[in-house]
């Protein structure tokens, strides 16, 4: 069983990105906040920010 896995990315810039967790591609840092607020509580996960427009939804 995986302890930590990251269930989602949310970015604003689609070019920064690739693998095998859904990416979710925001025009503004303002629909990341929101996306990434809704999804914490559907995934049951935490949003960590990895970078500037990127943010990972993770399973802890």
């Known amino acids: 069983m995986h302890e930590k896995i990251i269930l989602a990315v949310i970015t604003m ?3 920064r990105v ?3 967790a859904p990416i979710f591609i925001c025009q503004t840092k ?6 990434a607020a809704n999804l914490e509580a559907i995934l049951d996960g935490i949003a960590h920010e990895v970078g500037e427009g990127l ?6």
């Open 30 to 35: 303002e629909e990341m906040e929101q996306i």
């Open 55 to 60: 943010l990972i939804i993770v399973k802890h």
């Open 13 to 15: 810039n689609g070019g």
């Open 18 to 20: 690739a693998g095998g």
